[in-house]
C-alpha cells in the first residue's frame, strides 16, 4: 500500500499536480449488462485541487479553464526543461559570437599571450597557461588543422560534446599533428597522412593551452604561432594566412545571456546544425516551444510571456543544481564541501546511456571545454579540479569574510597547481584589483611553510605579513576551484586531501 502511495505522488508531480491533491469522487457508473468495474486511480474526479488551481471534468474531459492552465504548466514545464538542456548550445553559440568578432572561422586565432586575466568574462577559466581557441567551420568541406606541440587541448562540437584530444593526451602525443576533420555526411575521398576525425557538427571549438617555461608564457605562445595552421582540404597547396589576436587584458565576453535572448541563441544553432547530430528527444523539446529546423522561431505573446519566465526559472535552477548540489557522489569527501566538476564522467552518465541531469546542469553552467583529459584518472597527465563555493560547515563564502585554506605538504602534482577565485554571478574569475586573483605553485612569491605545506587567504584585506591573500569583495559571494596538473596518484586514491575553506572570522 506504501508503494502505491508513493508512486501516486511521484506520478502527480512529474504532472505538475501537488503531491496531495483534494479529489472529488468520480461518479460512479451506472451499472449495464457489459459493466466491468473500473479498478481504482483510473478515472478522473470530476474535479481536483492541484498546484495548477481547481481543475475540473465533466467525466474525464477537461472544461476551458482547466484546459488553458494544463497547457500554459505544460509549456512552461517545456520551456524549463528545453532551457537546462541546451545549456551547452547556447554557452557555445555566444562562445563563437565572440571569437568571430575578431575575424573570420578558420583563419582567426584568438590568443591570450600573457594569459587571461580577470578583465575577460569566461567561464571558470585559469590563470596559469596562455589559451589559444578558434572556431572552425566545415560547410564548404574537410578543414585541415596542424595543431602546435607541446599544447592541451581538445576539439568540441556545437553541442559542446568532446570529439577528440589535441596535443598531449591526443593522438599527436603532443608532438603536433595534422587533423583531418570530415564534416557530416562526408563520403569524399579521404587522403592518408592525417588523423582523421568525423566532426558530427559544422562548427566545432578548438582550444587549447600552452605552457609556461620558468614563468615565461612566450615560449608556448611563439609555438603556437609557428606551427597553428588551418586550411580547407582543397586548399592544401595554397593555404591561407592565419590571423592571431592577442586578447590578454582585453573586455571579452564569451558568457551567455539567460533572459529571452537565449532562446533567439539557441534557434539559430538548431537551424545551422544537422538534426543527426543531436537525439530525438533534445530536438523535441525544442520544438514543443517553437523551435523547429526550417521553420521560423515566431512566439506569439503568451509563448513570448512563458519562455521569459522559464529563461529566469532555469537560471536559478542551474544556480540551485550548482551552489546547493543534491546528490552525495557529486562531493570528494564524505562531510566536504569540495565538489567535482563532472559528476557522471565527461559524458554525465549515471550508467552507460542514463544521463546524469544534475551534472550535466551544473558543469554546464560552471564551466566550458570537454574531454576525459579533465575527469579521467591520468597520473601523471591531464588535470584534476576540485570546486567549492561553500565552506567548512557548508555556508556560501562571503566576500565581506575572511577565510583559510590549508593545502597539506607534498601536494601530488607533476607539473604544477593552482586555487582561483570565481565570481558567483558570471562564473568568470572575480574582478578586484588583482589582475590574476589567483595562487599558485608556478608564483614566484609563493609562501610556503616549513613542512612544504601552503596557507591561502582571503578576505577584502589582506592579513599582516608576508601571506598568500586572494582579495574578495564585501557583499560578493565567490567560489573557487583548486587545479591539479599533472595529478598524481595520492590525489586519486585520497591519500593527500585539500583542507576545507575556514572562516577566520
Known amino acids: 500500500m506504501m508503494q502505491k502511495t508513493k508512486l501516486a505522488t511521484a506520478i502527480a508531480v512529474m504532472c505538475g499536480l501537488s503531491a496531495g ?63 537546462l538542456l ?96 570530415l564534416p557530416p555526411g562526408y563520403s569524399g575521398e579521404v587522403p592518408e597522412g592525417y588523423i582523421v576525425v568525423k566532426s558530427p557538427t559544422f562548427s566545432l571549438w578548438s582550444p587549447w593551452r600552452s605552457f609556461v617555461v620558468d614563468g615565461d608564457p612566450k615560449p608556448g605562445v611563439d609555438l603556437v604561432k609557428q606551427h597553428t595552421r588551418v586550411y580547407r582540404l582543397a586548399d592544401a597547396a595554397n593555404p591561407p594566412q592565419m590571423n592571431f589576436v592577442n586578447v590578454s587584458g582585453k573586455d571579452f565576453s564569451t558568457v551567455a545571456p539567460a533572459d529571452y535572448q537565449f532562446w533567439e541563441y539557441l534557434n539559430q544553432v538548431v537551424q545551422q546544425e544537422p538534426s543527426e547530430s543531436l537525439d530525438p528527444v533534445t530536438l523535441g523539446y525544442y520544438a514543443s516551444i517553437g523551435i523547429q529546423k526550417g521553420k521560423p522561431f515566431a512566439p506569439d505573446a503568451r509563448m513570448k510571456k512563458i519562455l521569459t519566465e522559464a529563461a529566469t526559472v532555469g537560471d536559478a535552477t542551474a544556480r540551485a543544481t550548482a551552489f546547493r548540489m543534491r546528490q552525495q557522489e557529486a562531493f570528494y569527501y564524505e562531510g566536504s564541501s569540495w565538489q567535482l566538476p563532472f559528476v557522471g564522467g565527461y559524458q554525465f ?21 570537454v574531454t576525459p583529459a579533465m575527469e579521467s584518472k591520468m597520473v601523471g597527465q591531464g588535470s584534476q579540479y576540485a570546486w567549492t563555493a561553500k565552506d567548512a560547515k557548508g555556508k556560501p563564502l562571503d566576500g565581506g569574510k575572511h577565510y583559510k585554506l590549508h593545502l597539506p605538504p607534498n601536494i601530488p602534482i607533476k607539473n604544477f597547481w593552482s586555487v582561483i577565485l570565481y565570481d558567483n554571478q558570471t562564473r568568470s574569475m572575480l574582478q578586484t584589483d588583482q589582475q590574476f586573483p589567483s595562487i599558485s605553485s608556478q608564483n614566484k612569491d609563493l609562501v610556503v611553510n616549513a613542512d612544504g605545506s601552503v596557507d591561502i587567504y582571503f578576505g577584502p584585506k589582506a592579513p599582516p605579513g608576508k601571506v598568500n591573500w586572494l582579495q574578495t569583495i564585501p557583499g560578493k559571494g565567490w567560489n573557487t576551484i583548486l587545479r591539479l596538473y599533472s595529478p598524481l596518484e595520492p590525489w586519486f586514491d585520497k591519500s593527500w586531501r585539500p583542507g576545507e575553506i575556514e572562516l577566520v572570522k
Open 86 to 181: 541546451a545549456l551547452p548550445a547556447v554557452s557555445q553559440f555566444a562562445n563563437r559570437n565572440e571569437i568571430l568578432k575578431l575575424g573570420p572561422a578558420n583563419t582567426t586565432v584568438p590568443i591570450f599571450e600573457n594569459r587571461m586575466d580577470s578583465k575577460s568574462l569566461f567561464l571558470t577559466p585559469n590563470t596559469e597557461t596562455p589559451y589559444s581557441w578558434m572556431w572552425l567551420d566545415l560547410k564548404d568541406g574537410p578543414i585541415v588543422l596542424e595543431a602546435p606541440p607541446k599544447v592541451l587541448g581538445a576539439l568540441n562540437d556545437m553541442w559542446f560534446r568532446w570529439v577528440v584530444d589535441i596535443g598531449l593526451t591526443g593522438p599527436d602525443k603532443g608532438t603536433g599533428g595534422k587533423y583531418l576533420i
Open 349 to 369: 552518465e549515471t550508467q552507460p546511456w542514463v544521463r546524469n541531469l544534475d551534472g550535466y546542469i551544473l558543469y554546464y553552467f560552471m564551466a566550458t571545454g
Open 21 to 83: 491533491p483534494a479529489l472529488a469522487k468520480p461518479t460512479k457508473p451506472a451499472h449495464y449488462k457489459m459493466t466491468t468495474e473500473i479498478p481504482a486511480g483510473i478515472a478522473m474526479p470530476d474535479q481536483v485541487d492541484t498546484r495548477l488551481g481547481t481543475l475540473k471534468f465533466f467525466d474525464g474531459f477537461p472544461d476551458d479553464a482547466s484546459v488553458e492552465k494544463l497547457y500554459d504548466n505544460l509549456d512552461f514545464q517545456r520551456a524549463v526543461q528545453a532551457y
